[in-house]
């Protein structure tokens, strides 16, 4: 067994990350080296083999995305990291992990684009994507990370909701986040609430791999175990089986929907600031949350009731979690380090609540508390 680290560490967004997935059980690592996820890859090389685990640098993005679905069918928690150029290759496996309902956990650690774009600046440009980037309608689940200690326990999360609710969940992080140094308490491990897949409590010849409990969601056995289980990204039958009839594929796509909407309770996670009594708020996600918990200090030191709700689940949108903010308040400030993404969804749930303002920014440069500070007091 590993040494048990100290509580107390000086940590990398990056590296939190990394102790993060394998607190939470992950045992199985591929990847390929892209700036700024890279300290990910590096953590986990050295980490990975002292838990007993398996770390692969694939020859791309695309093989890493397939080893990981492949390790998650044999039983293995597993776990792939990559930024923007990456995060595009591997689409195609994202969203047949989706249709498989393979429980997966990848981490982009965005930066600027779209293409090469800025490989060592921050940004945000990555959020649509990460909902909508494979085809298709498909359940996914995006979180949003801000702080070291965020990295740390959301990477848990995401592994407990992925093996729940049997689907990918992806990580956002970001160039400020990745690289930021700070101190964290990691607990013990038997202090970390663990989640694991349904097993199958029927004999083999009674197993249907995708025939969902009460609510949607089929139990998985793993390859090796005995129990047949055939694996397919067309649309299939509880026995996993291509289907094209009309009943079964509707059935097929609405358990997929169902099973994520009946965990919305367990899936939405947000983080209020000073909320209670705030006249206007901000609205904001990953670092730039962190310049906006400065920027409503900043602005109540001016008098204006300010206050901030800061996103960590980013998809399914948290809706009921972001009207009561639009109700209350006369306007509400949405900053993003891209051209206004969340802003939309923002948009879409406000009914003429208040006003909603975007603050943008695409050069590569941080959005500062004080640009926000401002923007507050000019609401």
């Known amino acids: 067994m590993p040494e048990t680290p100290s509580k107390r560490q000086l940590l990398q967004g990056n590296e939190a990350i990394a102790h993060g997935a394998l607190a939470a059980g992950c045992r199985f690592f ?89 490989p060592t600046s921050p940004a945000q440009g990555d959020v649509q994507m990460a909902r909508w980037g494979t085809h298709g309608d498909h359940p996914i689940i995006v979180l949003a990370v801000s702080t070291v200690s965020d990295c740390f326990t959301t990477t848990i999360k995401a592994f407990n909701l992925s ?28 202090e970390v609430y663990i989640i694991n897949r349904i097993r199958p409590n029927v004999p083999p010849e009674w197993y249907k791999p995708y025939e969902g409990d009460s609510r949607g969601i089929p139990a998985m056995a793993s390859f090796g175990d005995g129990y047949r289980h055939h694996i397919t990204g067309l649309v299939h039958d509880d026995h ?7 009943g079964e594929i509707l059935n097929f796509h609405q358990r997929l929907t169902q099973k994520i909407t009946r965990g919305f309770p367990e899936i939405m996670m947000t983080r209020s600031y000073r909320l209670e009594d705030a006249e206007v708020a901000i609205i904001a996600y990953g670092s730039v949350a962190r310049s906006a918990m400065r920027a409503v200090e900043e602005a109540r030191q ?24 639009l109700k209350h308040c006369r306007a509400v400030l949405v900053p993003e380090m891209n051209m206004g993404q969340i802003s939309r969804e923002v948009q879409r749930v406000n009914q003429s609540f208040c006003a909603v303002v975007k603050h943008n920014r695409v050069d590569g440069q941080v959005i500062t508390p004080d640009e926000l500070s401002t923007r507050l007091i000019k609401l």
Not at 98 to 116: D, I, Y
Not at 240 to 246: L, S, Y
């Open 163 to 190: 093996e729940q609710f049997r689907v990918p969940v992806i990580i956002l992080s970001d160039e400020i986040v990745a690289h930021t140094r700070e101190c964290v308490e990691l607990p013990a491990p038997e």
């Open 30 to 118: 591929a990847g390929y080296p892209i700036t700024p996820a890279s300290e990910i890859s590096e953590q986990l090389a050295t980490l990975m083999p002292r838990f007993g685990g398996t770390f692969i640098q694939m020859e791309d993005e695309i093989a890493s995305m397939g080893a990981i679905i492949g390790a998650s069918l044999a039983g293995v928690k597993a776990m792939t990291a990559t930024s923007g150029p990456g995060f595009s290759l591997i689409q195609e496996n994202l969203g047949y992990a989706c249709a498989a309902e393979v429980p997966c956990v990848v981490v982009n650690v965005m930066r600027g684009g779209p293409s090469t774009g800025l």
């Open 302 to 325: 001016q008098g204006i009731r300010a206050g901030l709700l800061q996103l960590i689940t980013l998809f399914p949108f948290p809706r009921s979690h972001v009207t009561p903010v």
């Open 240 to 246: 996993g089986f291509p289907t094209e009839n009309p």
